[in-house]
C-alpha cells in the first residue's frame, strides 16, 4: 500500500538558517508525483513545490528546493533562509494513479525563532 | 479568479442534524475531492469524482454522500451528523493527469463541528 512517512513532528529553526523537512514515501507504481503543502495557522492548504517521479533533476521553486532520492525513497523539503512567515505546518504528499487521489502524511510544525 | 470555494466556513450541528458543503471551482478542473484533516492524521480522502456525474468512495467514506451534478460544483453532505464527523473539511479540484500541472487547488475549509 502507498504510504507517506513524515517522522519529524515538530521543527524549530532560527530565522535566516536553512532547515529540511524529511519526507519518505512507499509505493510500488513507477510513475507518481510527490508534493509539499504549507498550511499556515490561518488554515488554507498552499502548494509550494511538485516532483514527478521520472524527473531527472530536483524541483526548486525560489526558496523550496525539494531533495528527491529515488532509491531511498525520500522526498525532503529544503528551506533555505527561513523567514518568520514560514512558520507553519507543512505536509508532504504523493498521488495515486489514475485518479490522481492525494495521500498525506501527518505533518511536520515548524517554528521559526528570531 | 475565484478559484476554488467552499460554503459555508463554519458550522456547528446538533447530533442527528444533516446538512450539505458546497464546494465550487472556476478552473474547468476534470477532478474534485474532498478531505477532512483530524489532528495528527493530516488529510483523508472521503470521495472524489473524476467527472460530471461520477463519484467514488475514498478513504473514509462511511456517514457521507457526495454528488457532481455539474462539472464546477462537489456537494458534501452529513445525513445524520456524529461527534465524529466534527472535522476541518477541505475540497480540492485538479485537472485530470497527464497534464503537467494536475497538484490540487484547496478551498479554505469548513470547520464542522458536531455537538
Known amino acids: 500500500a502507498q504510504k507517506i512517512t513524515q517522522t519529524q513532528p515538530g521543527m524549530f529553526v532560527q530565522e535566516k538558517e536553512a532547515v529540511t523537512l524529511d519526507c519518505t514515501y512507499d509505493t510500488s507504481d513507477p510513475s507518481y508525483g510527490l508534493f509539499w503543502y504549507k498550511q499556515p495557522s490561518s488554515g488554507e492548504m498552499i502548494f509550494l513545490i511538485y516532483?514527478?517521479?521520472?524527473?531527472?533533476q530536483n524541483a526548486t521553486e525560489g526558496r523550496y528546493s525539494l531533495n528527491f532520492q529515488k532509491a531511498r525513497k525520500s522526498a525532503n523539503l529544503v528551506i533555505s533562509a527561513s523567514q518568520l512567515g514560514d512558520s507553519a505546518m507543512y505536509f508532504c504528499a504523493m498521488n495515486r494513479g489514475a485518479t490522481n487521489k492525494l495521500i498525506f502524511g501527518t505533518g511536520t510544525l515548524l517554528a521559526v525563532q528570531p | 479568479n475565484a478559484g476554488v470555494t467552499q460554503t459555508p466556513k463554519f458550522r456547528v450541528l446538533k447530533t442527528g442534524q444533516s446538512m450539505t458543503l458546497l464546494c465550487a471551482q472556476d478552473?474547468?478542473?476534470?477532478?474534485m475531492y474532498w478531505y477532512r484533516q483530524d489532528p495528527g492524521m493530516g488529510l483523508r480522502l472521503i470521495h472524489y469524482?473524476?467527472?460530471?456525474?461520477?463519484?467514488a468512495k475514498g478513504e473514509v467514506p462511511d456517514g457521507y454522500n457526495v454528488s457532481r451534478l455539474k462539472k464546477q460544483n462537489f456537494l458534501l453532505g452529513l445525513e445524520s451528523a456524529a461527534p465524529s464527523q466534527t472535522s476541518v473539511y477541505f475540497c480540492?479540484?485538479?485537472?485530470?493527469?497527464?497534464?503537467?500541472?494536475?497538484?490540487?487547488?484547496f478551498g479554505s475549509g469548513t470547520r464542522l463541528t458536531v455537538v
Open positions: 480540492a479540484s485538479s485537472y485530470a493527469p497527464g497534464r503537467r500541472n494536475y497538484g490540487y487547488t
Open positions: 478552473m474547468n478542473h476534470e477532478y
Open positions: 516532483q514527478g517521479s521520472y524527473d531527472q
Open positions: 469524482s473524476v467527472g460530471e456525474g461520477t463519484t
